[in-house]
Protein backbone atom coordinates (compact mmCIF):
# COMPACT_ATOMS: atom_id res chain seq x y z
CA UNK A 1 0.00 0.00 0.00
CA UNK A 2 2.12 3.07 -1.31
CA UNK A 3 -0.49 5.49 1.11
CA UNK A 4 -2.01 7.15 -2.01
CA UNK A 5 -5.47 6.80 -2.44
CA UNK A 6 -7.56 7.24 -6.10
CA UNK A 7 -11.00 7.24 -6.76
CA UNK A 8 -13.05 5.57 -8.30
CA UNK A 9 -11.12 2.80 -9.37
CA UNK A 10 -13.19 2.28 -12.68
CA UNK A 11 -15.46 4.46 -14.62
CA UNK A 12 -17.49 3.76 -17.42
CA UNK A 13 -18.81 7.24 -19.35
CA UNK A 14 -19.83 7.80 -23.22
CA UNK A 15 -18.22 10.41 -25.52
CA UNK A 16 -19.11 14.41 -24.88
CA UNK A 17 -19.27 13.40 -20.65
CA UNK A 18 -17.22 15.01 -18.14
CA UNK A 19 -15.56 13.15 -15.27
CA UNK A 20 -13.43 14.01 -12.12
CA UNK A 21 -11.08 11.54 -10.70
CA UNK A 22 -9.86 12.19 -7.22
CA UNK A 23 -6.38 11.31 -5.26
CA UNK A 24 -5.43 12.04 -2.24
CA UNK A 25 -1.68 12.16 -1.44
CA UNK A 26 0.40 10.52 1.15
CA UNK A 27 -0.27 12.03 4.53
CA UNK A 28 2.42 14.91 4.46
CA UNK A 29 3.27 14.89 0.80
CA UNK A 30 2.64 18.47 -0.34
CA UNK A 31 3.25 17.50 -4.55
CA UNK A 32 1.01 15.70 -6.45
CA UNK A 33 1.41 14.31 -10.20
CA UNK A 34 -1.30 13.31 -12.54
CA UNK A 35 -0.03 10.63 -15.42
CA UNK A 36 -1.85 9.05 -18.04
CA UNK A 37 -1.70 5.59 -19.14
CA UNK A 38 -2.87 4.20 -22.03
CA UNK A 39 -1.41 1.11 -24.23
CA UNK A 40 0.28 2.65 -27.11
CA UNK A 41 1.66 5.87 -25.17
CA UNK A 42 3.20 4.47 -21.84
CA UNK A 43 2.92 6.76 -19.46
CA UNK A 44 2.26 10.37 -20.09
CA UNK A 45 2.96 12.97 -17.53
CA UNK A 46 -0.09 15.29 -17.38
CA UNK A 47 0.56 17.75 -14.70
CA UNK A 48 2.03 18.30 -11.29
CA UNK A 49 1.30 20.91 -8.28
CA UNK A 50 2.49 21.49 -4.99
CA UNK A 51 0.98 22.86 -1.98
CA UNK A 52 -1.93 23.97 -3.74
CA UNK A 53 -0.03 25.98 -6.65
CA UNK A 54 0.39 24.28 -10.51
CA UNK A 55 4.01 23.62 -10.55
CA UNK A 56 4.98 21.93 -14.07
CA UNK A 57 2.61 20.99 -16.92
CA UNK A 58 2.99 18.17 -19.53
CA UNK A 59 1.36 16.90 -22.40
CA UNK A 60 -2.35 18.05 -20.55
CA UNK A 61 -5.03 18.43 -22.99
CA UNK A 62 -6.62 21.55 -22.98
CA UNK A 63 -10.15 19.64 -22.20
CA UNK A 64 -8.33 18.37 -18.89
CA UNK A 65 -8.09 20.55 -15.50
CA UNK A 66 -6.72 19.70 -12.18
CA UNK A 67 -6.51 21.46 -9.15
CA UNK A 68 -4.77 20.75 -5.51
CA UNK A 69 -7.31 21.45 -2.56
CA UNK A 70 -6.14 23.82 0.49
CA UNK A 71 -6.35 19.46 2.61
CA UNK A 72 -3.96 18.32 -0.60
CA UNK A 73 -6.01 16.32 -2.13
CA UNK A 74 -5.85 16.65 -5.86
CA UNK A 75 -8.62 16.48 -8.84
CA UNK A 76 -8.06 15.91 -12.03
CA UNK A 77 -11.17 17.12 -14.43
CA UNK A 78 -11.44 15.66 -18.20
CA UNK A 79 -14.21 16.95 -20.05
CA UNK A 80 -15.82 16.53 -23.74
CA UNK A 81 -14.60 12.97 -23.70
CA UNK A 82 -13.02 11.38 -26.62
CA UNK A 83 -12.78 7.91 -27.21
CA UNK A 84 -9.15 7.91 -26.68
CA UNK A 85 -9.44 9.40 -23.30
CA UNK A 86 -9.84 5.79 -22.81
CA UNK A 87 -6.79 4.78 -20.18
CA UNK A 88 -5.76 4.27 -16.57
CA UNK A 89 -4.73 7.76 -15.06
CA UNK A 90 -2.49 7.52 -12.22
CA UNK A 91 -1.87 10.04 -9.57
CA UNK A 92 1.69 10.62 -7.40
CA UNK A 93 2.24 11.86 -4.58
CA UNK A 94 6.18 12.72 -3.85
CA UNK A 95 7.96 14.69 -0.43
CA UNK A 96 9.10 17.72 -1.69
CA UNK A 97 11.23 20.81 -0.44
CA UNK A 98 10.47 23.98 0.31
CA UNK A 99 11.11 25.05 -3.31
CA UNK A 100 8.87 22.47 -4.83
CA UNK A 101 12.17 20.12 -6.11
CA UNK A 102 11.57 16.32 -6.06
CA UNK A 103 14.06 15.43 -8.49
CA UNK A 104 15.92 12.88 -5.83
CA UNK A 105 12.97 12.10 -4.33
CA UNK A 106 10.37 9.07 -4.74
CA UNK A 107 7.21 8.86 -6.21
CA UNK A 108 4.41 7.03 -4.71
CA UNK A 109 1.75 6.03 -6.70
CA UNK A 110 -1.77 5.09 -6.15
CA UNK A 111 -3.40 2.14 -7.92
CA UNK A 112 -4.97 3.98 -10.68
CA UNK A 113 -8.37 4.97 -11.95
CA UNK A 114 -9.46 2.94 -15.22
CA UNK A 115 -11.48 5.54 -17.49
CA UNK A 116 -13.49 3.83 -20.22
CA UNK A 117 -14.93 5.86 -22.85
CA UNK A 118 -17.93 4.15 -25.33
CA UNK B 1 10.46 13.75 -27.41
CA UNK B 2 11.50 10.52 -25.40
CA UNK B 3 14.63 11.17 -23.11
CA UNK B 4 15.27 7.08 -22.37
CA UNK B 5 15.37 4.66 -24.42
CA UNK B 6 15.00 0.90 -23.13
CA UNK B 7 14.40 -2.44 -24.85
CA UNK B 8 10.62 -3.19 -25.79
CA UNK B 9 11.04 -6.59 -23.47
CA UNK B 10 13.74 -8.99 -21.79
CA UNK B 11 13.43 -12.46 -20.47
CA UNK B 12 15.54 -13.82 -17.33
CA UNK B 13 15.81 -17.06 -15.94
CA UNK B 14 14.94 -17.54 -12.27
CA UNK B 15 17.58 -16.65 -9.55
CA UNK B 16 19.99 -15.13 -12.36
CA UNK B 17 21.00 -11.65 -12.52
CA UNK B 18 19.55 -9.53 -14.82
CA UNK B 19 20.93 -6.55 -16.54
CA UNK B 20 18.45 -3.57 -17.52
CA UNK B 21 19.92 -0.94 -19.68
CA UNK B 22 18.67 2.73 -20.73
CA UNK B 23 20.08 5.49 -22.72
CA UNK B 24 19.97 8.64 -21.98
CA UNK B 25 22.10 10.63 -23.83
CA UNK B 26 20.52 13.94 -23.59
CA UNK B 27 20.61 13.96 -19.95
CA UNK B 28 21.79 17.36 -18.41
CA UNK B 29 23.74 17.68 -15.51
CA UNK B 30 21.21 18.03 -12.91
CA UNK B 31 19.09 15.08 -14.08
CA UNK B 32 18.46 12.36 -12.00
CA UNK B 33 18.07 8.92 -12.80
CA UNK B 34 15.51 6.74 -11.68
CA UNK B 35 14.12 3.43 -12.32
CA UNK B 36 10.46 2.48 -11.32
CA UNK B 37 8.59 -1.26 -11.89
CA UNK B 38 4.78 -1.75 -12.43
CA UNK B 39 3.84 -4.79 -11.59
CA UNK B 40 0.37 -5.84 -13.23
CA UNK B 41 -2.69 -4.10 -12.29
CA UNK B 42 -0.62 -2.16 -9.85
CA UNK B 43 0.83 1.54 -10.10
CA UNK B 44 4.47 2.39 -10.42
CA UNK B 45 6.60 1.57 -7.74
CA UNK B 46 10.11 3.12 -7.18
CA UNK B 47 13.36 0.77 -7.42
CA UNK B 48 16.49 2.97 -7.01
CA UNK B 49 17.77 6.33 -8.37
CA UNK B 50 21.11 7.82 -8.36
CA UNK B 51 23.00 11.23 -9.77
CA UNK B 52 26.14 10.03 -10.67
CA UNK B 53 27.86 6.95 -8.81
CA UNK B 54 26.63 3.61 -8.76
CA UNK B 55 24.28 2.65 -6.22
CA UNK B 56 22.96 -0.10 -4.19
CA UNK B 57 19.78 -0.75 -2.21
CA UNK B 58 17.64 -3.75 -1.12
CA UNK B 59 15.78 -3.98 -4.22
CA UNK B 60 18.84 -3.87 -6.98
CA UNK B 61 21.79 -1.85 -8.17
CA UNK B 62 22.09 1.13 -10.46
CA UNK B 63 25.29 0.90 -12.64
CA UNK B 64 25.90 4.79 -14.25
CA UNK B 65 28.25 5.15 -17.22
CA UNK B 66 30.74 7.60 -16.63
CA UNK B 67 29.92 9.87 -19.04
CA UNK B 68 25.90 9.41 -17.61
CA UNK B 69 24.34 8.92 -20.92
CA UNK B 70 23.63 5.53 -20.43
CA UNK B 71 22.82 3.40 -16.89
CA UNK B 72 21.85 -0.18 -16.01
CA UNK B 73 19.76 -1.59 -13.57
CA UNK B 74 20.89 -4.90 -11.93
CA UNK B 75 18.48 -7.24 -10.49
CA UNK B 76 20.67 -9.63 -8.77
CA UNK B 77 18.90 -12.72 -8.51
CA UNK B 78 15.57 -12.62 -10.36
CA UNK B 79 12.59 -14.21 -8.99
CA UNK B 80 9.29 -14.44 -10.34
CA UNK B 81 7.76 -11.23 -8.52
CA UNK B 82 10.10 -9.66 -10.57
CA UNK B 83 8.27 -10.06 -13.85
CA UNK B 84 6.95 -6.41 -14.27
CA UNK B 85 7.83 -3.96 -16.60
CA UNK B 86 10.50 -1.68 -15.57
CA UNK B 87 10.98 2.10 -16.49
CA UNK B 88 13.81 4.00 -16.76
CA UNK B 89 13.29 8.00 -16.02
CA UNK B 90 15.21 11.44 -16.15
CA UNK B 91 13.80 13.75 -13.28
CA UNK B 92 14.84 16.97 -15.23
CA UNK B 93 14.49 20.46 -13.40
CA UNK B 94 12.89 23.09 -15.40
CA UNK B 95 12.22 26.79 -14.43
CA UNK B 96 8.51 25.68 -13.62
CA UNK B 97 9.33 22.92 -11.43
CA UNK B 98 10.68 19.20 -12.06
CA UNK B 99 9.22 16.75 -14.09
CA UNK B 100 9.32 12.96 -13.91
CA UNK B 101 9.78 11.44 -17.38
CA UNK B 102 8.67 8.10 -18.28
CA UNK B 103 9.95 5.59 -21.32
CA UNK B 104 8.38 3.46 -22.55
CA UNK B 105 9.81 0.55 -19.92
CA UNK B 106 11.28 -3.15 -20.43
CA UNK B 107 9.02 -6.05 -20.11
CA UNK B 108 11.10 -8.09 -17.90
CA UNK B 109 9.87 -11.96 -18.05
CA UNK B 110 10.98 -14.21 -15.45
CA UNK B 111 11.24 -17.68 -16.66
CA UNK B 112 11.08 -20.61 -13.59
Known amino acids: DSGVTQTPKHLITATGQRVTLRCSPRSGDLSVYWYQQSLDQGLQFLIQYYNGEERAKGNILERFSAQQFPDLHSELNLSSLELGDSALYFC?????????????????FGEGSRLTVL | DAKTTQPNSMESNEEEPVHLPCNHSTISGTDYIHWYRQLPSQGPEYVIHGLTSNVNNRMASLAIAEDRKSSTLILHRATLRDAAVYYC?????????????FGTGTSLTVIP
Open chain 2, 89 to 101: ILSVMTNTGNQFY
Open chain 1, 92 to 108: ASSVATASGETNTGELF
